[in-house]
């Protein structure tokens, strides 16, 4: 008999978060109503100060205590992963048809991946990296994209390519952030394929199981420089060199812009009712209510036009 897979119905409750996927259906108010609140924090419902579905109610003593049963760390304790003081990537492939929920169960925490200390070190990087890497690059092929266009047109018009082709890149690497975080990251592997699984678990599913852990949220460079190597390869005989040296600066500046954003997404407090406020409910939606939209970090754009667009503030 196939076990069947459950995905996590994620609520927040004065600072703690539960998982009440397996009361829903019990739920005396329908499973609706904590589909409805998935994701937010839900004492202002449950102590009757603010309507769900048109409906005030304030749940008595006997209701918080049976949600203490599904408080996420609790269910978390003696996870044999969790638990590890060594390397786990052998055995996150062995969990199966659990993955799907164990990885969509935030752990506030941080996992070892490797045995190795040196490898171990290798996994983690500080967010200013990447704009200390690419950024000097950025500005050296605009440059170079800028001077090679003055060679057949005026200086002003060089500048007016440049700018046009960055932003050409910019929007491109938009379109290539939503389709990997969308039909990649969010590949769903066999749970009967331990390999297909380990490599979900290293290209994003790491993320959603331990998504404030500052140091994995953004990419290494040494793996990026070996993709940079493989777009320049084919960009740079795709396109003339100026063309290619402004296109690929957008590019690589989106990029650097993703990283950033998404960081601070996680780890920023961007003020009440500002772009940012939005963009960091959006993506906390996509993490604790609905993993299946919302792929967007830098911009919505690509949501709107595949028809993902997630939540932000209610």
């Not at 978060?17 to 019990?26: E, P, T």
């Not at 852990?213 to 060199?241: C, E, H, K, Q, T």
């Amino acid at each position: 008999m196939v076990k069947e897979e459950t995905t996590p119905l994620l609520v927040h409750l004065d600072g703690r978060l539960y998982d009440v996927a397996n009361f829903a259906k019990k739920h005396p108010g329908g499973e609706k109503v904590l589909r409805k609140v998935a994701g937010e924090d839900i004492s202002v419902y449950m102590r009757g100060q603010k309507r769900t579905l048109g409906v005030l109610h304030e749940h008595s003593e006997a209701a918080f205590n049976m949600l203490k049963k599904y408080d996420v760390e609790q269910l978390q304790k003696g996870d044999p992963v969790l638990d590890s003081k060594r390397g786990v990537l052998r055995r996150v492939g062995l969990l199966g048809h659990d993955y799907w929920n164990w990885i969509h169960q935030p752990y506030d925490g941080t996992i070892r991946l490797f045995d190795s200390n040196l490898l171990e070190s290798m996994t983690r990087t500080y967010w200013w990296t990447v704009p200390l890497v690419w950024v000097p690059l950025v500005i050296l092929f605009s440059i170079l994209s800028i001077l090679s266009f003055t060679d057949s047109l005026t200086l002003k018009a060089s500048l007016g390519a440049w700018a046009i082709l960055f932003v050409v890149g910019v929007l491109t690497w938009t379109l290539c952030e939503y389709s990997l975080h969308r039909w990649v990251f969010h590949w769903k592997p066999d749970p009967n394929s331990s390999q297909q699984i380990l490599l979900h678990f290293l290209l994003h599913g790491l993320h959603h199981k331990t998504p404030m852990d500052g140091d994995r949220l953004v990419f290494p460079p040494v793996p990026a420089a070996l993709i940079v190597s493989v777009f320049y390869i084919v960009y740079s005989n795709l396109f003339p060199w100026p063309v290619f040296c402004a296109f690929g600066a957008g590019k690589l500046f989106g990029y650097v812009l993703y990283d950033m954003v998404h960081y601070y997404l996680h780890h920023g407090a961007p003020k009440p009712l500002t772009n940012m406020h939005f963009r960091k409910v959006y993506h906390h939606n996509h993490h604790f209510k609905n993993f299946d939209v919302g792929f967007g970090i830098s911009t919505s754009l690509w949501d709107y036009v595949f028809q993902t667009v997630g939540l932000g503030p209610i």
